[in-house]
């Protein structure tokens, strides 16, 4: 069986604008954890199953 390539790798780093305060912040693409902006706490991106469901607008992918 041929090795199937993933299109995505699973390790990326997107930057994300907070909805609330507008503050910017580098997140890692695939959290185990909720992430919270820096500024005001809102919650960003949280885990669900192995992908991260982002809350927030991302602005660009590294
Ligand atoms: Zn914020």
Redesign the pocket.
Known sequence: MVKELIPEPKSKFLKVK?L??N?EQIVFGCAATVIK?E????VIAEPTGGKTRFKTKIVTVL
């Open positions: 907070c609330d305060c503050s902006c500024a005001c706490g809102r």
